[in-house]
């Protein structure tokens, strides 16, 4: 039995969600559907965390922040009240909207570096950038001291040291990374999904490239 409370939309009035006998499968699924239904845009109640006010999500059980609640309440009902002129593609909020249009459309790319002249569409982009023309370090693993020159870089060399958790269904082989999971599930399939020009197909991207160096002009 799914029994939830939680606020109505409409009235802010105490609300108990209570489903028919179910099996322990649908009993999730008629659970999620309740907290969906009568999730509110005003949260139940917030806590304080680093100076700053978050709701915690009775859905999905995130902590957000205040300033974003509505924007994530939208996405567990799967609003998408922003659609793109040019190719009607909807998003949940008008800064994804206005981050698409810059991308796909008007291929805005205001933010230029200013060693070697490549543009972004966004100065977050242009920042991570500029850090790999500094010979500054700044991000260090914990775990073994090695030091990189961004966060992205930093978290890319973390999962070497995650255990694998991305499993095969087929052999149990596991994998750090969905993209070797991928590769790895050619193997059972006998997909080769890289073709070259010529002809010959590939399982890896890396075969291909490999193998294109062979129709490449040779140096006299």
Known sequence: MCIVNYFSINTLDPVLCISRDVTSEEAVREDSKCKVNEITEKPEFTITENGKRYAKCGVCQKSVSLSSWARHVRTHRGERRHSCHACGLAFGDSANLARHVRALHARLRPHACATCGKTFSRNCHLQEHARSHSASRAFVCAACGAASKSAAALRSHARSHAAPQHACVTCG???????????????????????????RAFRLRAQLTAHARTHAPRAS
């Open 173 to 199: 082989a596991r994998f750090k990374r969905r993209a070797e999971l991928a590769a790895h599930l050619s193997v059972h399939s006998g997909e080769r999904p890289h073709v070259c020009g010529c002809g």
